[in-house]
T-cell receptor, first 111, second 112 residues
Framework: DGGITQSPKYLFRKEGQNVTLSCEQN?????MYWYRQDPGQGLRLIYY???????QKGDIAEGYSVSREKKESFPLTVTSAQKNPTAFYLC??????????FGQGTRLTVV | QQPVQSPQAVILREGEDAVINCSSS?????VHWYRQKHGEAPVFLMI?????EQKGHEKISASFNEKKQQSSLYLTASQLSYSGTYFC?????????????FGKGTHLIIQP
């Protein structure tokens, strides 16, 4: 079945550590997105990519980095520069002007 | 800039109707509507394109006023399964598959 897979489902990070969240899709979608969700804030766009080896900053890119080496994969790294990383992270993909499909999310907690 | 959604929360009895509104300060190409249950991924409901084309759920309807940059989602004869948080997402008129920007959400609670 086609879809988007995010891993891990839960992730714990120590202060000062970088962590990478995985997002893989087999829908053959060109565009992929990362969103951060905090209570009462909705979905805020971190980064997005329209094609391989190209990506753009969203509204809250500071403290995050991404890569798009393959069409199927769009990993997000939460760096130590992100001072408040505890949140629910959602990855999505889309083709053309159609709807976006979301992964099941990764809940990141700083310990 | 995030779309502005209203109301922030709605409590209804099963069978009642609801309207959720969304507005943008920028010119829009398309409007997307999603519903999210707690701790789960958002699920697609409706997409409205500039020019009038629509695609979406059978029992949910929506409107898109291109001139006012506003959209409304209409939930009629609500069912318990309609409970959740509803998000509108806007894509600007710059073209391409640029980032969808979502509002803060409307919490809908349906009571028996």
């Amino acid at each position: 079945d086609g879809g988007i897979t995010q891993s891990p489902k839960y992730l714990f990070r120590k202060e000062g550590q970088n962590v990478t969240l995985s997002c893989e899709q087999n829908l053959n979608h060109d565009a992929m997105y990362w969103y951060r969700q905090d209570p009462g804030q909705g979905l805020r766009l971190i980064y997005y990519s329209q094609i391989v080896n190209d990506f753009q900053k969203g509204d809250i890119a500071e403290g995050y980095s991404v890569s798009r080496e393959k069409k199927e994969s769009f990993p997000l790294t939460v760096t130590s520069a992100q001072k408040n990383p505890t949140a629910f992270y959602l990855c999505a993909s889309r083709s053309g002007i159609a709807e976006a499909f979301f992964g099941q999310g990764t809940r990141l907690t700083v310990v | 800039q995030q779309p502005v959604q209203s109301p922030q929360a709605v409590i209804l009895r099963e069978g009642e109707d609801a309207v959720i509104n969304c507005s943008s300060s920028k010119a829009l190409y398309s409007v997307h509507w999603y519903r999210q249950k707690h701790g789960e991924a958002p699920v697609f409901l409706m997409i409205l394109l500039k020019g009038g084309e629509q695609k979406g759920h059978e029992k949910i309807s929506a409107s898109f006023n291109e001139k006012k940059q506003q959209s409304s989602l209409y939930l009629t004869a609500s069912q318990l399964s309609y409970s959740g948080t509803y998000f509108c997402g806007f894509r600007g008129s710059g073209g391409g598959a640029d980032g969808l920007t979502f509002g803060k959400g409307t919490h809908l609670i349906i009571q028996p």
